[in-house]
T-cell receptor, first 118, second 114 residues
Framework: GAVVSQHPSWVICKSGTSVKIECRSL??????MFWYRQFPKQSLMLMATSNEGSKATYEQGVEKDKFLINHASLTLSTLTVTSAHPEDSSFYIC??????????????FGPGTRLTVL | QKEVEQNSGPLSVPEGAIASLNCTYS??????FFWYRQYSGKSPELIMS????GDKEDGRFTAQLNKASQYVSLLIRDSQPSDSATYLC??????????????FGQGTILTVHP
């Protein structure tokens, strides 16, 4: 399968600071990437769809000014959690859609970033 | 009504048995269906994708799709303790502004005991 990387794998920060998470597709070009958040013992929650060269599409209830997404190239999308607070502590996971014809469009996930806000 | 529903389990099977995981979805126009495996503390890993009615086999895994019943399942033959994980069913939206998005079920916890 396609390889997606994320950096950092974990981060601890103080309340009020900003944290940037990178998501890279290593062996394919991804016009579309997705950012998810997962709290313990819960399923994945889609936060936003990141499109190369255009603005991200945020899901209902997700603050676009707090979770800044930039998809400046076909292999890199970044998520910046601004003014982080303890309630933002979670497992953030990105995925990239493999562009193929037909109905495939499989998504492959990065390894995730565990954010802890003190 | 949830868009994608799974039995949260836990489902416990003995080693060597067949594990059967089920998923129903509400959007009749959905075209693509995926099964992901997620180990505790890790991100999901794609194990099967299916698009046409019927069965699709890959090693010990068989995905089954019935669009008329809006039902997709995953069978794991010769279950191993290493198969113990949460299995997520995902459905790709049919189109429109949500094109390409996946909707996930809540996951089924599978435990394979020796």
């Amino acid at each position: 399968g396609a390889v997606v990387s994320q950096h950092p794998s974990w981060v601890i920060c103080k309340s009020g600071t900003s944290v940037k998470i990178e998501c890279r597709s290593l062996d394919f070009q991804a016009t579309t990437m997705f950012w998810y958040r997962q709290f313990p013992k819960q399923s994945l929650m889609l936060m936003a769809t990141s499109n190369e060269g255009s603005k991200a599409t945020y899901e209902q209830g997700v603050e676009k000014d707090k979770f800044l997404i930039n998809h400046a190239s076909l292999t890199l999308s970044t998520l910046t959690v601004t003014s982080a607070h303890p309630e933002d502590s979670s497992f953030y996971i990105c995925s990239a859609r493999v562009p193929t014809s037909g109905n495939y469009n499989e998504q492959f996930f990065g390894p995730g970033t565990r954010l802890t806000v003190l | 009504q949830k868009e994608v529903e799974q039995n949260s389990g836990p489902l416990s099977v003995p080693e060597g048995a067949i594990a059967s995981l089920n998923c129903t979805y509400s959007d009749r126009g959905s075209q693509s269906f995926f099964w992901y495996r997620q180990y505790s503390g890790k991100s999901p890993e794609l194990i099967m994708s299916i698009y046409s009615n019927g069965d699709k086999e890959d090693g010990r895994f068989t995905a089954q799709l019935n669009k008329a019943s809006q039902y997709v399942s995953l069978l794991i033959r010769d279950s191993q303790p290493s198969d113990s994980a949460t299995y997520l069913c995902a459905v790709r939206n049919a189109g429109g502004t949500s094109y390409g998005k996946l909707t996930f079920g809540q996951g089924t916890i599978l435990t394979v005991h020796p």
